[in-house]
């Protein structure tokens, strides 16, 4: 902890979400298990100053701050901070040494000559007038409804019916005066500064409350809540008397358990204060630093040395005996849990539990079996010269057919049929790495280059792994051989290699044990591994997921590496159901209620957002600018005990579907965020514990860029369509350009054609009727011939007539008033033929038709009136105009003798052009027509024209040309 934590720190108090706050002489600092930062108040606020002199934690997550030359702050829960006192007390209220809340939410003060009561905005002092006589106010006790001082001398005790303090106790010459209260409410009174504490009479309570210890650091001696005395001091370092609760009194000479006071122990020996958090870590802080003392799982047995290889077994009555290859001596271990029993400084170097419960040991010369209190021996082999000699034997096994001893220069040994026969007459191949026992007659043996060998009762059946040199193997109901290279179970006869968040926890596992409870432990390169028996199933019906463990290392005890010098199993059990784990350093003791410890899901906060190089408080409301779209966010999880197993999911609603693993990373990173409002939120565990509730949030809105608006958008959107209909009216001034031209090139070309007209035929035609006229007045006029050429030169008139009109209109392009121009033709048609006269009918309002459509729709009239009244024999001739909104139709009927189906299917008459004709005008206009008839029942000719191509368009006039 002596790196990155301030110095000079005065006070410590832990606020119940979680931070450690240290008060020192150049501001206020918060830990959150993992990084110190300088508190920085909200915006709009700032502290009275920076010299730090008290703090004190409330129930209710708020903080408390005194300041060195006076004044008291609060930080509340919420991250508010207000001030307690004005400028008037702030003179009265220097040096603050302790706070203590009352009953009644009161505030007691006790400064450095005085003892103050602050309620209800008020400050009352309580000197020689209300019974505190004391020289200097040292320490403040307030148990049980009852309110302790005491100064350099003396004990006071407050009468809260007269409100005065009476003098209780008196502490003697060179006294400290400090008050404390252990776990079970008593409160102790230290004397000769600190060298001895004693109960304090007729002052105990009810157990002091959980997390008290948490609330403010203590400047002399502190009970932990297990009843451990812890002491500080100027130049004394730290001390500490186990189990000190249970004493009578306590002289700290006499009863002192340990101590540290060398400067290489500690960042300075000049401790200033104690405190224990929630977790119960014990926290120091000196001039120069703070010192951390966790609390360990793992507890190391003192006794054997420390020196690997170890092996240890169990005897019937519970005791785990333990050997080491490199030290002499046999330990035993007691079934009660107590210290650690040399029984015999004779050189025993392996140990293990024969398959009927009898304990077996090897010495140097002879293998001994240990059975209700019989001792039997048998001698290992001769030397080379036929004379006992001394022997190492590593590793014992009994298969249950025979006992194994693996001896040095000798290799494996069996002891069966009363003599020692080398492993390999038995076809066993030499070089094991590791060995372990399977069922009556099994052994399983693992070798350097991965292969896994079963050995059962002279049968072999080899297995190939990628694990590299095989160092830990269990074979059991299942078989667990541990590698270099990983962890894998042996099933059907493949490996199923495990997968880990961290795969160096699965590497180098030389032990493996399975409890009662079915949970696997395994001691690895990196400490312990834990794994639940649920975990451990679920991994192994999915492969590809990852193995949920927990892992115990150096921040639960764990000292060294585990033992590989010998292959030996590294784990053990030991007394009372617990686990024996040897290391490079020693044995270290997991007890059995330590299994199922599970870690409670730490609080989590968010702390700020960064963008821009710009640090963003989190606060409700938070806006960041325009064009944001980069950004970090920092977060953390209050774990002052065990940070570095703190692991992390977090997730930015807006963005992320869902939780993102982020390990034990602190910080979210996100780039190329759009505008608008987001959500993030986090939530963490310890290894496999539970996940915060809920977790924590950051709530914070990205504003749109001038691009990113709304009302830019709409804009753009509008400066497209203006520039939309300026290019339509642009293409349409082209298209309507072209159009003209074409018109102007078309309208010359029917003037020539009207030209060509009148000089060639209308003009023949004139003479042939000149002619013919002239021939007609020679001829008497009441004879046929006569009235027969007068009815020609009628006829061919009207055709001249007729031409004339079509040469007028070709040259100009007059609307064409299509129900005058029916009856004219039907009358012609009357006239020449002498059939029934045309009836012509309009229906709707009559509309403009399209330029060159009404010549095309008169000539299909024509054609259908002419044949009707030169072929048909009707006494009825009809035409009917409909002017529709969608279409315009033309219908011709009579009620004559119709026309032939043949002709009707054949399209026309052969050598006859007329209905052909008319369909390719109807094609031509774009509409469709429809010849019906039936023999002996009339015809109707039917034109149909879309609204489109039948009626002259109007130009809309854009809406601001209306205006």
Known sequence: MREGAPGSIWAMAQTTDGWLW??????????????????????????????????????????????????????????????????????????????????????????????????NGKLQRYGPEQGFTGLRSSTIAVAGGQVWVS????????????????????????GRGGLLRSPDGQLWFETYYGKSVVRLPNAISGPRPRFSSAEESHGAGMFDRHGNLWQVGPLQGLSMVARAQALDSIELERDLTGKLNQPW????????????????????????????????????????????????????????????????????????????VLESEDSYAAVTTARDGALLLASKRFLERRENGKVQRIDFPAGPDGKPRDWIATRIIDDGHRVWVQLNTLGWLAWMDGRWTPATELGIEPGAAAVALGRSGQLWIGYGDGRLVLYDNGRKQSYASELGTIVGLLAGDEVIVGGERGLAVLQNGQFLSLKARDPEVLRYVTGIAVTSNGDRWFNGGRGVVHVRNADWRAALANPASLLRYELIDAADGYVGQTATLSRLPSIAAGPQGSLLFMTSAGLLRLAAEEFQAVHPAPFVEVLRLRHHAQDEANRPGLTLP????????????????????????????????????????????????????????????VDNGPWSDGGAELAFTV???????????????????????????????VVTRRLEERL???????????????????????????????????????????????????????????GRDEVRDLRDDKPVELAAALEDIGRLAGRTYGHAALQVSTEGKSRPLAEG?????????????????????????????????RRFTLVVRDNGRGISPQILQAGAKEGHWGMAGMRERAQRSGGTLAIESIPGGGTSVTLRLPARDAYKRRPRPWPWQTL
């Not at 759009?674 to 986090?682: A, D, E, I, L």
């Not at 209308?762 to 046929?784: K, Y």
Request: charged share 20%; hydrophobic share 40%.
């Open 744 to 802: 102007l090139v078309r309208t010359k070309e029917r003037e020539r054609i009207a030209r060509a007209l009148h000089d060639t035929i209308i003009q023949g035609m004139q003479a042939i009727i000149l002619r013919v006229h002239a021939i007609g007045l020679s001829l008497p006029p009441d004879s046929r011939a006569r009235r027969d050429i007068d009815h020609t030169l009628e006829q061919a008139e009207s055709t001249l007539i007729e």
């Open 265 to 340: 122990q500690l960042s300075s020996i000049s401790t200033t204060g104690l405190l224990e958090d929630r977790s119960g870590n014990i926290w120091v802080s000196t001039f120069a630093g703070l010192e951390r003392l966790r609390p360990s799982r793992l507890q190391a047995i003192h006794g054997p040395p420390s020196q690997e290889p170890y092996s240890a077994a169990n005897d019937a009555p519970g005791n785990t005996w333990v050997a080491s290859l490199n030290a002499p001596g046999l330990w035993r271990l007691p079934a009660d849990g107590g210290q650690a």
């Open 22 to 119: 240290l008060g020192t002489n150049f501001g206020l600092y918060r830990f959150d298990g993992s990084h110190f930062e300088r508190y920085a108040p909200p915006a709009g606020a700032r502290l009275l100053g920076d010299s730090i002199r008290t703090l004190h934690a409330l129930e209710n997550g708020d903080l408390l701050i005194a300041y060195e030359y006076g004044g008291i702050s609060v930080r509340r829960r919420d991250g508010t901070l207000a001030h307690l006192t004005g400028d008037k007390l702030r003179s009265d209220l220097r040096g603050i040494n302790q706070i203590a809340k009352d009953q009644d939410g009161s505030l007691w003060l006790a400064t450095a000559t005085q003892l103050h009561r602050y309620a």
């Open 853 to 885: 459509v009404a010549y095309e729709i008169l000539a299909i009239a024509r054609e259908a009136i002419y044949n009707a009244s030169k072929h048909a024999e009707a006494d009825r001739l009809t035409a009917q105009l409909v002017f529709g909104a």
């Open 151 to 174: 100064d350099l001398f003396n004990v006071f005790l407050l009468d809260r019916s007269a409100n005065r303090f009476q003098k209780m106790e008196k502490a003697g010459p060179n």
């Open 626 to 685: 325009p064009g944001t779209d980069n950004f970090s966010i920092a977060y953390t999880a209050l774990e002052l005990g065990r940070a570095q197993h703190v692991r992390f999911q977090y997730q930015l609603l807006g963005v992320d579907t869902d939780w993102q693993d982020a390990g034990e990373r602190r910080i979210a990173y996100y780039t190329n965020v759009g505008h608008g409002s987001y959500r993030f939120r986090v939530r963490a565990a």
């Open 703 to 733: 504003m749109p860029t001038l691009t990113q608006t709304l009302w830019f958008r709409g804009a753009c959107g509008l400066a497209l369509l203006i520039l939309l209909s300026l290019l339509y009216r642009y293409r349409l001034r």
